[in-house]
């Protein structure tokens, strides 16, 4: 069985607007959803899948080393940024993955223009800061719910608890 070169999935920044043009002349549906995805767990996956499933081309952006850090403290991310990107891009339904440096996806998406922004449950959509941007640009934010008792805060809490 030959395994697919996930490292051709992993878009560098300034090559997305051209990858999203030519995906865009193809007539295919562009969906973007984007996070940390430190600790890739079951919920992860199976909210990536039905990302996939609204569209015909999936784009995941991840959070850079730096960003995690601003958001969720020193001790985030658990795993390295080339490490995130290759497990995300490795899962068969995530068409190329890109690493963004800011704290938000805002810059990022005004490049991807993406048809469908999708993001989990936890969010309301009225509070997305990258809203605008989606809507301004004819896209349509989408939510997904969460898949119950999977968090990445909460697999590191019960780490913790199990090593002493």
């Known amino acids: 069985m030959k395994v697919k070169n996930y490292i051709n999935k992993c878009i560098e920044f300034y090559k997305i607007e051209k990858l999203c043009r030519d995906i865009r ?10 996070g940390c995805f430190d600790i890739l767990h079951l919920g992860h996956v199976e909210y990536l ?4 499933e609204l569209g015909d081309v999936l ?16 001790n985030r991310p658990v795993t390295s940024e080339i490490g995130r990107i290759s497990i995300v891009a490795a ?10 440096n800011e704290d938000t996806p805002v810059e ?3 490049r991807i223009k993406p048809d469908i922004h999708v993001k989990g449950g936890d969010y309301n959509p009225d509070d997305l800061i990258e809203k605008k941007v989606i809507e301004d640009n004819g896209g349509i934010v989408k939510i997904l719910p969460l898949v119950n008792g999977y968090s990445t ?9 199990t090593s002493k």
């Open 91 to 100: 899962l068969g339904f995530v068409d190329y993955c890109v690493v963004f």
């Open 108 to 110: 990022l998406l005004k």
């Open 49 to 52: 899948q039905k990302a996939s």
């Open 25 to 34: 002349n193809q007539k295919k549906t562009i969906v973007t959803t984007n």
């Open 153 to 161: 805060t909460n697999t590191i809490e019960k780490m913790k608890n």
């Open 59 to 74: 784009i995941v952006g991840i959070n850079s080393q730096e960003s995690v850090r601003r958001i969720k403290g020193n």
